[in-house]
C-alpha cells in the first residue's frame, strides 16, 4: 500500500469511529429511557444496526486495502468478521481480539435479525 493509501485509509476509518461515538451518544438517549415506547425501540434497533454497519465498513476498508480483497459469497459478513480477528503475516496484526469477535457476532446477528422482520415485533431485551 503506498503512503498516501494508507493515510486515506486512516482518515476513513476516523472518520467512520466518530460516527460511531455518535452512535454511542444516541443509544445512551434511548436507553435513559425507563420504558421506552415501541418507536423507542425501533430507534434502539435502528441505532444498534448502524453500528454494526459502521463497523463492517472500517473491516471492508482494511480488508479492501490491507489484505487486498474482499470475501465474497454468501458468508461474506461472516468470512469478514472472522479475518478482522487474525493476524496476517507481512500484512497486518489482528484487527480484533477474539473477544471482540464474539461480541460484535451478535451485532451482526442482530443486524440479520432488523432486516428481516417488522419493526413492530422487535422487542427491547435484544436491544439493550
Not at 19 to 26: A, C, K, Q, V
Not at 56 to 78: A, Q, T, Y
Not at 93 to 122: C, M, Q, T
Amino acid at each position: 500500500m503506498k503512503k498516501n493509501g494508507f493515510a486515506i485509509l486512516q482518515a476513513e476509518i476516523k472518520h467512520e469511529s466518530q460516527n460511531l461515538e455518535r452512535l454511542l451518544g444516541e443509544m445512551e438517549g434511548v436507553l435513559a429511557i425507563p420504558e421506552p415506547s415501541s418507536l423507542e425501540v425501533r430507534a434502539a434497533g435502528s441505532i444498534l444496526h448502524d453500528f454494526y454497519s459502521g463497523i463492517e465498513k472500517i473491516f471492508r476498508r482494511i480488508s479492501s486495502n490491507l489484505d487486498g480483497d474482499m470475501p465474497s459469497g454468501e458468508d461474506w459478513h461472516l468470512e469478514l468478521l472472522e479475518r478482522m480477528s487474525l493476524a496476517v503475516e507481512g500484512l497486518r496484526p489482528s484487527v480484533i481480539s477474539e473477544g471482540a469477535k464474539s461480541k460484535l457476532s451478535e451485532f451482526l446477528r442482530f443486524r440479520h435479525l432488523f432486516r428481516n422482520i417488522y419493526g413492530f415485533e422487535l422487542k427491547w431485551e435484544p436491544c439493550k
